[in-house]
T-cell receptor, first 113, second 114 residues
Framework: SQTIHQWPATLVQPVGSPLSLECTVE??????LYWYRQAAGRGLQLLFY??????ISSEVPQNLSASRPQDRQFILSSKKLLLSDSGFYLC????????????FGPGTRLTVL | DQQVKQNSPSLSVQEGRISILNCDYT??????FLWYKKYPAEGPTFLIS?????DKNEDGRFTVFLNKSAKHLSLHIVPSQPGDSAVYFC?????????????FGKGTKLSVIP
């Protein structure tokens, strides 16, 4: 069966510090991978998606970036965090074979102070 | 422009009764719809989905209804249980659009009262 991992679970960072959140998927190959953010009181906003290694598409202009160095690894980064980057970050995967359902990881709660 | 709308931010239902969560969409290109359940500090869990070729899909206590002409879908939970208390997100996508991106509503917080 497939599993998705995210770490860290929680993170408190000062404004201006860098960020690296990691997501890995097990039990499948060539998944589509997604980064979402849920800000307080809001829905899920798609930030990035990837259909393969090294292929990243950005949905929202921001100071975040994403990378996919391996088939089942997806990384969300920032060089300098802003207060507005606080939120709950979710990684999701989807089978690259016609299924529409996406399956989410446990999330990372990021607080920027 | 919010393409998927959940107009009720919260809903309270007595245990054993029916919970009805509603969702509206504006993009006529959407052809596949999903419901997710989310507990605090956890990732959303996939519940049930429906293709636009159907108007109903049932899975145990959960039934999703789709009214394409009204661009409206609803999730029925019968009977409601205290463990169903969570935030429910409606999502929509356009099949074959490459990345299969999901567009989410803002969620409805369901509280099932024992």
């Amino acid at each position: 069966s497939q599993t998705i991992h995210q770490w860290p679970a929680t993170l408190v960072q000062p404004v201006g510090s860098p960020l690296s959140l990691e997501c890995t998927v097990e039990g499948t190959s060539n998944p589509n991978l997604y980064w979402y953010r849920q800000a307080a009181g809001r829905g899920l906003q798609l930030l990035f998606y990837s259909v393969g290694i090294g292929q990243i598409s950005s949905e929202v202009p921001q100071n975040l970036s994403a990378s996919r160095p391996q088939d089942r690894q997806f990384i969300l980064s920032s060089k300098k965090l802003l207060l507005s980057d606080s939120g709950f970050y979710l990684c999701a995967w989807r089978l690259d074979r016609g299924w529409n359902e996406q399956f989410f990881g446990p999330g990372t709660r990021l607080t920027v102070l | 422009d919010q393409q998927v709308k959940q107009n009720s931010p919260s809903l309270s239902v007595q245990e054993g009764r029916i919970s009805i969560l509603n969702c509206d969409y504006t993009n006529s290109m959407f052809d596949y719809f999903l419901w997710y359940k989310k507990y605090p500090a956890e990732g959303p869990t996939f519940l049930i989905s429906i293709s636009s070729i159907k108007d109903k899909n049932e899975d145990g206590r959960f039934t999703v209804f789709l009214n394409k002409s009204a661009k409206h879908l609803s999730l029925h939970i019968v009977p409601s249980q205290p463990g169903d208390s969570a935030v429910y997100f409606c999502a929509a996508t356009r099949s074959g659009a490459g990345s299969y991106q999901l567009t989410f509503g803002k969620g409805t917080k369901l509280s099932v009262i024992p």
